[in-house]
C-alpha cells in the first residue's frame, strides 16, 4: 500500500477532488457578492446615494467589469428602479445569496463526507483483504482485537480528512496570499512585517507540533496495545477465573490506563503551550503595527487612512493563517496513523491476489501423487519440527502417520494442510508446488482438520456448510424496493473499490458441477455428514431444546401434538407411563413446582412473566381463598426451616443450594434471621418481606426432589382447586403472559421437547430423559418425521466460536464440515484427540468409508493419536525425531524387526 | 419416601453409623432419589466413578467381564452400598451392577462425600473404621492362601 497519505488519496480521489474545488471556486462568487451587498443596501436606499430627488431611477443588477486596455465592459445595463423599489430588490437579492451560499456549504460538505466515507471504506477493504491474504505465521504473532482496532478505530479519522486533504489548503491559503498582498500593497514595510510574522509562525508551529506528532504515535500504539490486551482478557476469562488472577489483570490494565494517561496528559501540555505561543505570534504583530505603523504616522511617513486599511486587513489574516496551522498539524495526525496501520499491514509473505481469486467453475481434479521433497519444517523459535523429510503418497492411499517421538507427523500434516509453510524443500501435487496453486483449486480439492476447531457465530447449518462456500454463483433474486437496493449498494461497493458478492445469493454447486445445490440436497449432505461423526443424536437432542415456530413448521407442531398420545400410549405398552407425570387439569403434577401447578400453563416471556403474574392482585386473591395462603405460608415455614437445618451453619452460598433459596439472590445468613422473626407469627402478623420470602420459598417447592413431606394430599386438592378458579376469571393482561395447557393445542413458547412430552419427564427413574428421547425419535421415524426433527437442531446458534457446543461436539462437528465436502485430499490431523477409544475406533472406520463412497478415488491422511488404530490404513508413516523412521503395510510393520510399530501399540 | 426414611436408611450403614445427624441428611438432601427397572444398569465396569449407591429396596447383581463374557460375581439388597471406593480414589468401576429387581436407590456425589468428610470428623472414623475392618479382612484371607500355597 502506498506510505504517503497524501499521494494514497490523491491517488484515489482525484477526479472528485477536482469536482470540489470548482465548486469551491464557483461558490466563492455568490460569497463575494454577499460581502459587498450589505454596503450597498445602506450606502444606496437606505442612506440615499444617487437618489437625490424622489422619482429618481438606480439600475439594479448590473453586471460589468472594467478591464484593462479594453476600459469597461457593460454585460447587463441593470433594471431601474425608484429607492422603495430598490431596497426591497437588494433585501431580496440578499436573502437570495444567503439561500446560495448555504446550499453551496450544503452540497460542498456532503460530496466531503461522501468522499471521506468512500475513502475509508476502502482503506478498511484493502486492510481486511491483506488479512486474508497473509501467511499464517502472521496471526502467531498478532492479536485480533488489535488488528479489529486498526481496522475500526485508527483508520476512522482518515475519512474526515479526505474531504479537506486539497481544498482547505487550496481555499486557506488563497485567503492569506491575498491578505498579505493587500497589506504589502498598502505599505511595502508594514506588509513585510506581516509577512515575516506568518513565516515565523509557519516555521516555528509546525517544528513545535512534532513532538506532539510524536506523542500521538505513542498514544496509538499504547491505545492499540490496551484494545490487544482487553481483547485476550475476554478470551480469556475462564483461565482468570480458574487461576484467581482477577486482580492481576486489574494491576495490568491500570497500569497501561496509567500510561495512556501519562502521554495524553503529556500531550495536552504541550498542545495548549503551543497555542499559546501562536496566539501570542499571532497577536505581537498588531503590536508593531500599532507601535511602528503609529510612529511612521506621526513622522509623516504613513498616512492614517493608510495605517487603519493595514491593521482592518491585518485582522483577517490570523484566522485563515491558524486553520492553515491547524489543518496542516490535522494532516501529520492522520499521515502518522496511516503509516502506523500500514506498517502493521505489511508482511513478506503476503499472497499475491490471483491466489484468492473468484473462480466460479468447477476446478480440476488435483493431479497425484502428494510429494514432500526434501521438506523442512522450523516453528516459531526456530525449532525443527521436520528434517528434510521426503515421502510421496499416491492418489486414493488411505495413510496413517504416527509420530514416535516428537511431533513431525503433525507438522507435516500441517504443512499438506498449508497450515504452516516449510523452510526449506517443498509439497507439490505432481509437479506443482501447493503454495503456487490458487487457493480455488487448494481450499476445495484438499481439506484439512486439525485439533484446533474455529467457528464462526451463527446457526450450526451455516457452519456445517461454510466449506462450500467458495464463490458466489448466483445473485439472490430481489424484486421493488429491495432490488432497487441491492443496485445502489453495487454501485457504491465499485466506487469504493470494495467487491460486490451477494452474500444472500447462491454459494453452494453440486460436486463436481456449477449447477447450485438445493436444499433438499444439502440436507441429504449435512445428514448423512452428522451421521457419520456420530453427531445426530447431539443435534436431535439440541432441536428437542430449541424452541419452534409452529407456523413455520407446521408438520413438526402437528407431530408433537400426535406424538402426546401415541408417546403416552407406548409408555403404557412398556409398561414406564411412570416416565411421564403429564399436564391434566383436574390432577396435581408432583414433579412440577408449586408454582407451576398453580399456574398450569406455558409462560410468555419465562420467568419475568412468572414474577408479574404471581405478584399481581388478581393471583392474590386466589391464592388467599380456601384458606390456602396460611398453608402455603405454613410450608414456607417449614421448608425454609429444614433448609437451615441443612444449610444454616454456610456462610456462603453454597453451589448444591436448591434453586429456591437462589431466587432472589439471597444469601443463606438472610434466611436463617427470616426463619428467626417469623417463629411462631401467623400469615396476618408478618411483614411484607416475610410474607414474600415464604410464599416464593413454597411456590419453588418440587414435592419429588426434596422430600421433605410437607404437601398434604389436602393442599395438593386446593392447589388443583384454585388453579380452576384462576382460569375462570382471568385478566386479559394476564392471559397474555401464560397460555394454558392444551392437549390439542401447540405451545409456542415452550420447546418442542415439552410439547411433545406435555408433561413433566420423572426425575426419579433413571436415564428416563434419553429413554424418552429415543422413542420420541422411533415415533418421528415411523412418520419419516425424523430428518425433519434433525433440521430443528440445525438452526441451533452455535455462539462465538462454538463456544455452545462442547468440545467434543465441536471436534466431531469439525470432522463433518471437512468430509461434507467433495475432493481429492483429506487429511485428518489428529482431529479427535481424548476421545474414548472406542468411539475414536468407530468415527475412524466411519470416516473413512464414508470418504470411500462420496469421493471417489480421494486420498486419506490421518495423524492418529492412537497407534491401536492403524490397522484400519493402508500404509502406515512412523515419524522419529523429526524424520521418517519407517513407512511401509500394517503387516509388514507389524512384521518388522525393529517393532517400532508394536512398540508404539504397547507403550 | 421421605427425606428422613432416607436418613434412617443410611444411618444404618456402617460408613455413616457414626456421622453427625444433620450432615448425613444434608448428605441424603443433596443425593438424588433414583428409580431403576430390572435390567437397567447403575454403571458399567470401566466407567470412571463419580458416585455410589445406597440401596434403599430392591435388589442388584454384580458381575464381571471376562473373556468368556460376563460373570455374576455378587448380589447386593436393601440398605448396602455399591460403589463406595469410587467416593474415596478416583479410579475406574471394576464391575457393572445392574438392577435385579425394581430399585431404589440414594445416588450419592462423590464431591459431596468428599465434603461431608471435611467437615465431619466422626463420619471420617466411620470410614476409616470400615476400611481397616476390610483390610483385617483381606490380609487374615491373603494369609490363608498364602500358607495354603505354602503347604501345598
Not at chain 1, 486 to 503: H, M, Y
Not at chain 1, 739 to 759: D, H, K
Request: charged share 25%.
Amino acid at each position: 500500500m502506498e506510505k504517503s497519505l497524501s499521494r494514497y488519496i490523491w491517488k484515489h480521489t482525484w477526479r472528485q477532488q477536482i469536482v470540489i474545488l470548482t465548486i469551491v471556486a464557483v461558490s466563492m462568487i455568490p460569497y463575494f457578492l454577499s460581502l459587498d451587498l450589505p454596503k450597498q443596501i445602506i450606502n444606496g436606499p437606505i442612506q440615499g446615494d444617487g437618489f437625490g430627488t424622489p422619482d429618481s431611477l438606480q439600475p439594479f443588477f448590473e453586471v460589468g467589469f472594467d478591464l484593462p486596455l479594453i476600459g469597461h465592459l457593460n454585460i447587463y445595463a441593470g433594471y431601474p428602479l425608484d429607492r422603495l423599489s430598490m431596497l426591497m430588490a437588494l433585501s431580496l437579492e440578499f436573502l437570495a445569496l444567503v439561500v446560495i451560499n448555504n446550499g453551496f456549504k450544503y452540497v460542498i460538505n456532503t460530496y466531503k463526507g461522501r468522499l471521506g466515507e468512500r475513502l475509508l471504506r476502502r482503506i478498511r477493504f484493502q486492510l481486511i483483504d491483506r488479512v486474508l491474504r497473509f501467511p499464517p505465521s502472521y496471526f502467531k504473532r498478532t492479536k485480533s482485537s488489535e488488528v479489529a482496532t486498526m481496522i475500526k478505530d485508527e483508520v476512522e479519522p482518515l475519512g474526515g480528512f479526505a474531504g479537506d486533504a486539497f481544498v482547505a489548503p487550496a481555499m486557506l491559503g488563497g485567503q492569506v496570499v491575498a491578505a498579505l498582498a493587500f497589506i504589502l500593497a498598502q505599505n511595502f514595510w508594514l506588509g513585510m512585517i506581516a509577512v515575516g510574522m506568518a513565516m515565523l509562525q509557519l516555521g516555528i508551529i509546525p517544528r513545535m507540533r512534532r513532538r506532539l506528532i510524536r506523542l500521538g504515535r505513542q498514544r496509538q500504539l499504547t491505545a492499540r496495545r490496551l484494545a490487544g490486551r482487553v481483547g485476550e482478557m475476554v478470551e480469556g476469562i475462564t483461565t482468570i477465573h480458574a487461576y484467581d488472577t482477577s486482580n492481576y489483570e486489574r494491576a495490568d490494565m491500570a497500569k497501561r490506563l496509567g500510561e495512556i494517561f501519562a502521554i495524553r496528559y503529556d500531550l495536552y501540555q504541550w498542545k495548549f503551550m503551543v497555542k499559546f505561543i501562536n496566539n501570542f505570534l499571532a497577536q505581537v504583530t498588531p503590536f508593531l503595527f500599532y507601535s511602528i505603523g503609529g510612529y511612521l504616522t506621526l513622522k509623516g511617513s504613513l498616512d492614517v487612512g493608510q495605517l487603519v486599511a493595514v491593521i482592518n486587513a491585518y485582522k483577517e489574516l490570523p484566522s485563515p493563517l491558524k486553520d492553515l496551522i491547524d489543518w496542516d498539524q490535522g494532516r501529520q495526525d492522520v499521515q502518522v496513523k496511516f503509516e502506523q496501520v500500514v506498517e502493521q499491514f505489511q508482511s513478506d509473505g503476503i499472497l499475491p491476489e490471483r491466489i484468492q481469486s473468484v473462480f466460479t467453475d468447477v476446478p480440476p481434479p488435483l493431479p497425484g501423487p502428494l510429494t514432500a521433497s526434501r521438506l523442512t519444517l522450523n516453528d516459531d523459535s526456530g525449532g525443527r519440527l521436520a528434517h528434510e523429510v521426503s515421502l510421496e503418497i499416491g492418489k486414493g492411499e488411505t495413510v496413517a502417520f504416527l509420530d514416535l517421538n516428537g511431533s513431525t507427523a503433525v507438522a507435516v500434516a500441517e504443512a499438506f494442510g498449508r497450515a504452516i509453510w516449510q523452510t526449506s524443500g517443498k509439497v507439490s501435487l505432481g509437479d506443482m508446488d501447493i503454495l503456487d496453486l490458487p487457493e480455488s483449486t487448494t481450499g476445495r480439492r484438499i481439506s484439512y482438520v486439525s485439533t484446533e476447531t474455529y467457528f464462526f457465530d451463527g446457526s450450526l447449518r451455516d457452519n456445517l456448510l461454510y466449506g462450500l462456500k467458495h464463490a458466489p454463483l448466483k445473485p439472490a433474486v430481489r424484486e421493488g424496493q429491495r432490488a432497487a437496493r441491492r443496485r445502489w449498494e453495487i454501485k457504491e461497493a465499485a466506487l469504493a473499490g470494495n467487491v460486490d458478492f451477494d452474500t444472500e445469493g447462491e454459494w453452494i454447486s453440486v460436486a463436481g458441477q456449477t449447477t447450485i445445490a438445493d436444499d433438499e440436497i444439502l440436507r441429504e449432505w449435512m445428514l448423512s455428514a452428522l451421521d457419520t461423526v456420530l453427531l445426530s443424536e447431539d443435534i436431535f437432542d439440541l432441536g428437542m431444546r430449541s424452541v419452534v415456530d409452529p407456523q413455520q413448521r407446521e408438520t413438526i407442531a402437528r407431530f408433537a401434538i400426535d406424538a402426546r398420545k401415541t408417546l403416552r400410549g407406548e409408555l403404557i405398552e412398556l409398561d414406564l407411563p411412570q416416565l411421564v407425570v403429564p399436564f391434566e387439569f383436574d390432577a396435581y403434577n408432583s414433579e412440577a413446582t408449586i408454582a407451576e401447578n398453580l399456574l398450569f400453563g406455558a409462560l410468555i416471556g419465562g420467568d419475568a412473566a412468572a414474577r408479574t403474574i404471581i405478584s399481581s392482585a388478581y393471583f392474590r386473591s386466589i391464592v388467599s381463598e380456601d384458606g390456602l395462603a396460611e398453608q402455603l405460608f405454613e410450608m414456607g415455614r417449614k421448608i425454609v426451616a429444614t433448609m437451615v437445618e441443612l444449610f444454616g451453619d454456610e456462610q456462603q452460598n453454597n453451589p448444591l443450594l436448591p434453586e429456591m433459596l437462589l431466587l432472589e439472590d439471597r444469601e443463606v445468613p438472610e434466611y436463617v434471621r427470616i426463619q428467626k422473626e417469623v417463629e411462631g407469627k401467623r400469615l396476618s402478623e408478618a411483614n411484607e418481606e416475610q410474607r414474600r420470602v415464604l410464599f416464593l420459598t413454597a411456590f419453588s417447592y418440587v414435592e419429588s426432589r426434596f422430600r421433605f413431606g410437607v404437601l398434604t394430599n389436602e393442599i395438593r386438592a386446593k392447589i388443583v382447586k384454585a388453579r380452576h378458579r384462576f382460569y375462570e376469571n382471568l385478566p386479559p393482561n394476564l392471559q397474555a403472559l401464560i397460555a394454558r395447557y392444551n392437549e390439542a393445542e401447540y405451545q409456542s413458547s415452550a420447546t418442542l421437547l415439552e410439547n411433545i412430552v406435555f408433561g413433566k419427564i420423572s426425575r426419579v427413574y433413571a436415564d428416563s430423559h434419553s429413554r424418552i428421547l429415543s422413542l420420541i425419535k422411533k415415533l418421528a421415524m415411523e412418520q419419516n418425521l425424523y430428518d425433519d426433527l434433525l433440521t430443528v437442531g440445525l438452526d441451533f446458534q452455535v455462539g462465538p466460536g462454538g463456544k455452545r457446543l462442547t468440545i467434543l461436539q465441536r471436534q466431531k462437528l469439525n470432522v463433518a464440515r471437512a468430509i461434507i465436502r467433495r475432493g481429492d485430499y483429506y487429511t485428518l490431523n489428529q482431529p479427535l484427540p481424548g476421545l474414548n477409544p472406542n468411539l475414536q475406533a468407530q468415527l475412524v472406520k466411519n470416516v473413512i468409508s464414508f470418504l470411500r463412497s462420496h469421493s471417489n478415488g480421494c486420498t486419506i491422511i490421518w495423524v492418529l493419536s492412537n497407534p491401536r488404530l492403524s490397522n484400519h490404513f493402508e500404509r502406515i508413516v512412523i515419524f522419529d525425531h523429526g524424520e521418517v523412521r519407517a513407512n511401509g503395510s500394517h503387516d509388514d510393520l507389524m512384521g518388522a524387526e525393529d517393532g517400532v510399530l508394536n512398540e508404539l501399540i504397547v507403550r | 419416601m421421605i427425606l428422613d426414611d432416607e436418613v434412617r436408611c443410611l444411618r444404618s450403614l456402617p460408613f455413616f453409623a457414626s456421622a453427625d445427624p444433620s450432615k448425613l441428611k444434608r448428605l441424603a438432601f443433596t443425593s438424588d432419589h433414583m428409580r431403576f427397572a430390572p435390567g437397567q444398569v447403575l454403571f458399567h465396569e470401566g466407567d470412571p466413578g463419580d458416585a455410589a449407591y445406597v440401596i434403599l429396596s430392591g435388589t442388584v447383581d454384580v458381575s464381571v467381564e471376562t473373556p468368556q463374557g460376563p460373570i455374576k460375581v455378587a448380589t447386593a439388597d436393601r440398605n448396602s452400598i455399591i460403589g463406595e471406593i469410587a467416593l474415596l480414589n478416583d479410579g475406574y468401576r471394576t464391575a457393572t451392577v445392574t438392577a435385579s429387581a425394581p430399585l431404589e436407590t440414594l445416588r450419592i456425589d462423590k464431591h459431596e462425600f468428599l465434603n461431608l468428610m471435611k467437615d465431619c470428623p466422626s463420619m471420617m472414623f466411620g470410614v476409616l473404621k470400615v476400611l481397616s475392618t476390610r483390610l483385617t479382612h483381606t490380609t487374615m484371607e491373603l494369609a490363608k492362601h498364602k500358607s495354603a500355597h505354602e503347604t501345598a
